[in-house]
């Protein structure tokens, strides 16, 4: 335990000093889900139906590219080797990437998402749902990312690789979540796809950093 709050320790001054690039991926987040109001032009009722859907989408290309660099630059710097030299834990390591990496790259998504309703004219009743679902869902999408990050570590174009490993792995993920806003549009109760969601997130907790560990152990036996 000691060995994943010094790993997150860390993670957390890395992260700030790579902030602007996380607020930059916001902005990114914000900018795509505003441009399909003004694609679709002024119709109220349709924009009312596509909301939920699109400001999942939006989330989703906006968390996938920065995925690749998950692992990339202590692999490349030497720390993932240092950490098996010194006999440390490479699962409190990963479980200290996912934490860090999902406080600063993925909680600011979630925090804006709420204000894009605005763009929608969806109801406010819909905010704790909406922020809800997207922590659910992009902490399974985080796991998915750990994974996929670490399988395709060393390889070229990452980034491509990643977003393909990941995208038909997160289908469930999306459906879920834009269920359960358009459940809360129709009166609906929305329990149901947040028990779905957080049963994914639970069970990636378990397998995403043992494949994680596993995957990097091979990167770094193979390098």
């Known amino acids: 335990m000691r060995g994943f709050f010094a790993f997150l320790s860390r993670e957390y001054r890395l992260s700030l000093a790579r902030l602007g690039d996380h607020l930059t991926q916001s902005a990114?987040?914000?900018?795509?889900?505003?441009?399909?109001?003004?694609?679709?032009?002024?119709a109220p009722d349709l924009?009312?139906?596509?909301?939920?859907?699109?400001?999942?989408?939006?989330?989703?290309?906006?968390?996938?590219?920065s995925f690749d660099r998950l692992f990339a630059d202590d692999y490349r710097g030497g720390w993932l080797e240092q950490i098996c030299l010194s006999h440390l834990s490479l699962h409190a390591y990963v479980?200290?990437?996912?934490?860090?990496?999902y406080l600063f790259s993925l909680v600011p998504l979630i925090i804006a998402a709420p204000l894009l309703m605005l763009f929608?004219?969806?109801?406010?009743?819909?905010?704790?749902?909406?922020?809800?679902?997207?922590?659910?869902?992009?902490?399974?999408?985080?796991?998915?990312?750990?994974?996929?990050?670490?399988?395709?570590?060393g390889a070229r174009r990452t980034a491509m690789l990643v977003a393909l490993l990941i995208l038909p792995l997160a289908i469930p993920i999306i459906v879920f979540g834009v269920m359960a806003g358009?459940?809360?549009?129709?009166?609906?109760?929305?329990?149901?796809?947040?028990?779905?969601?957080?049963?994914?997130?639970?069970?990636?907790?378990?397998?995403?950093?043992?494949?994680?560990?596993?995957a990097l152990r091979s990167a770094l036996e193979e390098g």
Do not use: D, E, N
Request: aromatic share 10%.
């Open 95 to 101: 479980l200290a990437k996912i934490a860090s990496w």
């Open 120 to 153: 929608f004219g969806l109801p406010w009743m819909l905010a704790w749902p909406l922020i809800i679902s997207l922590a659910l869902g992009l902490a399974a999408l985080m796991l998915l990312g750990a994974m996929a990050s670490a399988l395709t570590l």
């Open 28 to 42: 990114f987040f914000v900018m795509l889900a505003t441009l399909f109001p003004l694609a679709v032009g002024p």
């Open 47 to 65: 924009l009312r139906q596509l909301g939920v859907s699109i400001i999942w989408i939006a989330a989703i290309l906006s968390a996938l590219p």
């Open 182 to 214: 358009q459940s809360v549009l129709l009166g609906q109760a929305a329990s149901a796809h947040f028990s779905l969601l957080s049963a994914l997130v639970l069970f990636l907790l378990v397998v995403s950093p043992v494949a994680a560990v596993a």
